[in-house]
């Protein structure tokens, strides 16, 4: 998935969720700037995130992040890769150690969010392209240096982990 392709998913995402029908237009503008696939691009850039499920779809692989000290799935900096599910396939992997995905067919959700700002780098956005991934939940899973923890989550366990809203809708998106 390049740019041009990127651009033409977005313009024909369709979602039931306000938020995410309000964000297309500033990922459309951002996409407009040729470094917004480059970390150091601010306010803010292009990430890719997976939302790992089982094959029955009642568990999720959450990552527990190092930095942000928090649940959330695996994903992370483009660093030039205009094709964003390349991106966020390498980042299922690196972070998971899982490497036999099904892959999907079009973006499942998009998200636009802060992170704070770390001694070397000031609060910046997000934005984030997440691609529905299906594994094999009896495959190993290793910790990364990024994360403290990974873990296959009930999905209805969800909420006792996260209140974030783009993980909540991602939840909801299946059930």
């Not at 407009?32 to 997976?50: F, I």
């Not at 692989?61 to 695996?74: D, F, T």
């Not at 980042?91 to 036999?100: F, I, M, P, R, V």
């Not at 636009?112 to 190993?140: G, V």
């Amino acid at each position: 998935m390049n740019r041009q392709s990127l651009v033409a998913a977005l313009q024909a995402y369709q979602t039931n969720y306000t938020e995410e029908r309000e964000f297309v237009k500033s990922f459309l503008e951002l996409l407009s700037d040729n470094d917004c696939y480059q970390r150091t691009h601010l306010p803010g850039h292009v990430t890719g995130s997976a939302w790992i499920v089982n094959a029955d779809k009642t568990k999720t692989l959450l990552v527990h992040h190092g930095k942000l000290n928090r649940w959330m799935q695996p994903g992370g900096h483009a660093d030039g890769d205009e094709n964003i599910l390349h991106v966020s396939l390498n980042e299922a992997e690196e972070e998971t150690g899982l490497k036999n995905f099904i892959l999907p067919d079009k973006i499942f959700d998009i998200d636009i969010h802060t992170i704070p700002a770390r001694k070397d780098f000031p609060e910046h956005l997000h934005y984030d392209i997440r691609f529905l991934l299906i594994a094999d939940e009896d495959e190993k899973v290793e910790v990364s240096e990024e994360s403290h923890d990974v873990k296959w989550i009930e999905l209805n366990d969800l909420e006792q982990l996260t209140s974030e809203r783009s993980v909540l809708r991602m939840k909801e998106k299946l059930i």
